[in-house]
């Protein structure tokens, strides 16, 4: 969030031609034109449509931390509330909104598979509360590299692309089974996940446990490098929990890694409470963002062009 200044030139670079551009092109159409000054959205009163509500996931979780600071913080946002549930009610919603045309804001993040699925579109956020670029990093336990070295090599050696994780969560979302489509990737994928074990040993049913969240995105982190990990020889324990909690069990050593830490921005409370007791083992994947995201047929591209309840 240091970066903000920053973002917010940029964003005026790049969005004031835009919509300089766009007022030229649609006179006839003032929709467009009211992007900039948030009347365009009078017209369509999308607030109230929605009951002033944001479509959240897991309470826990750092996309809804910031949502609700985004509820503070502008203005235009006074009165409205980000309901929380779960990323699977939050993907159901979207899709349901979607199959009916209707206008709907929800918590959301990439890589994820609902960006191939569906035309969305992140709100511009002029005031930086979602942060910038994120990564996803690996922290591991105290004492793991000591204690089972094979594991924390290949787990400091784990790192892919968007491109991979989302080939697995689309699999998963259109019904695949997520061991194996896991699984599955593992065979197909042969050169990069021989570059994770690379200088490794095989072992005898070591034991291993990654804690992770039931985000869709660690689902599928979670179960790949469990798959390698059990190719190795290791026994896999992989355990589903609450975000805080998940850091937590790693940082007093009752599990060994999670591949899950979104950072620098989603996770940064938790780094700060949790950061001097794990290991950093570095990013194990790059170009992950979260933000407000809607449909593309809705007529807003900023969270500046909402308006509050009444
Ligand atoms: N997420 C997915 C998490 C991190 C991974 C964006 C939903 C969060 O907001 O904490």
């Not at 365009?40 to 826990?60: D, F, Q």
């Not at 909690?245 to 591949?259: I, K, L, N, P, R």
């Not at 950072?263 to 794990?278: F, K, M, N, R, S």
């Not at 194990?284 to 963002?289: C, F, Q, S, T, V």
Request: net charge negative; with cysteine.
């Amino acid at each position: 969030m240091v970066n903000s200044k920053w973002e917010k030139l940029g964003l005026m670079f790049v969005v004031m031609p835009t919509l300089a551009l766009a007022a030229c092109g649609d006179e006839d159409e003032n929709a467009e034109g009211g992007t900039d000054e948030g009347s365009g959205s009078e017209e369509v009163n999308y607030g109230e449509e929605m009951g002033y509500k944001i479509t959240g996931i897991e309470p826990g979780s750092g996309v809804v931390a910031s949502a609700e600071a985004s509820t503070e913080e502008y203005e235009n946002l006074e009165g409205w509330e980000v309901v929380t549930s779960s990323s699977g009610a939050m993907a159901t919603a979207l899709g349901e909104a979607i199959e009916n045309e209707e206008p709907i804001i929800v918590t959301g993040w990439s890589p994820h598979w609902k960006f191939q699925k569906y035309d969305l579109k992140y709100l511009e956020d002029p005031q930086g509360i979602f942060g910038d670029e994120e990564t996803i990093k690996t922290m591991a336990r105290k004492g793991l590299e000591e204690e089972n070295p094979e594991a924390y090599k290949i787990l400091d050696q784990f790192e892919w692309t968007p491109a991979d994780i989302e080939s697995i969560m689309l699999q998963v979302t259109d019904g695949a089974d997520v061991e194996e489509a896991a699984a599955l990737w593992v065979e197909e994928n042969a050169d990069k996940v021989a570059e994770w074990t690379d200088g490794t040993e095989q072992v005898d049913g070591t034991e291993v446990e990654l804690a992770y969240v039931e985000w869709d995105t660690e689902v599928a982190s979670t179960n790949v490098v469990g798959k390698v990990l059990e190719d190795q020889g290791f026994d896999v324990t992989l355990t589903p929990l609450d975000n805080a909690v998940m850091w937590q069990a790693v940082s007093e050593g009752q599990a060994d890694a999670m591949v899950a830490a979104w950072l620098p921005g989603t996770h940064a409370t938790q780094l700060e409470t949790y950061g001097d007791d794990v290991v950093d083992l570095g990013i194990n994947l790059e170009g992950a963002k979260i933000g407000l995201v809607v449909p593309a047929y809705m007529d807003i591209d900023s969270i500046e062009d909402l308006t509050p309840a009444e």
